[in-house]
C-alpha cells in the first residue's frame, strides 16, 4: 500500500526546461547571394518534372504560342479606313505639288513630307488634306478625324 505522500510524488509532474531550438539557418551560407550547386540542384529537378509531366510540358510551350496566334487574330491587323487629318505647310499647294514618286533610285530633289504621304497611301489609311493645324484640330475634336500629320 502506498501513503499519501507518495501518492501525490505519482500524480506530480516533473517540470524539464524547454529544449532551445537553434535559429534557422540560411541555406546559403557567408551571405552568399546565389550558390551554383543549388542552382544546379533545381534545374535537374525542373528537366525531371517536365519529361516526367510531358502534357503539362506541351501546354506550358503551347500556351503562350496559342495566346499570341489569337492575340494577332483579334487584334493585330493594320486599322482600315482610319482617317488622318495632313497639314503640309512645307509645300505652297499642299499635296497637290506631290507627284507620284518612283520606286526606285535615290529622289532626294523632292521633300520628305510628300515621300512619307506616298508611304502611308500605300497603307489602309484615308488622309484627308486640311489648310491649317487650327484647322485640323477643330476635324479632330469633332471626331472627323483620328490623328493629325503636320509637316
Not at 15 to 39: C, I, M, W
Not at 89 to 109: M, N, R, W, Y
Request: charged content about 20%; overall charge neutral.
Amino acid at each position: 500500500q502506498l501513503t499519501n505522500g507518495s501518492e501525490e510524488d505519482l500524480d506530480q509532474k516533473e517540470v524539464y526546461p524547454e529544449k532551445q531550438k537553434p535559429p534557422p539557418r540560411s541555406p546559403l551560407h557567408n551571405g552568399d547571394v546565389f550558390a551554383t550547386t543549388r542552382f544546379i540542384a533545381q534545374l535537374i529537378k525542373n528537366l525531371f518534372f517536365m519529361w516526367r509531366n510531358k502534357p503539362m510540358m506541351l501546354f506550358l510551350f503551347g500556351l503562350p504560342i496559342l495566346q499570341c496566334t489569337l492575340y494577332n487574330l483579334a487584334i493585330g491587323r493594320d486599322p482600315k479606313g482610319l482617317k488622318l487629318a495632313v497639314v503640309n505647310q512645307e509645300l505652297e499647294h499642299g499635296l497637290s505639288d506631290c507627284v507620284h514618286i518612283p520606286a526606285t533610285g535615290c529622289h532626294l530633289d523632292l521633300p520628305l513630307s510628300c515621300r512619307y504621304v506616298d508611304h502611308i497611301r500605300t497603307k489602309t489609311l484615308s488622309l484627308v488634306e486640311v489648310e491649317s493645324l487650327e484647322k485640323a484640330e477643330a476635324v479632330v475634336r469633332g471626331n472627323g478625324v483620328w490623328g493629325i500629320i503636320h509637316f
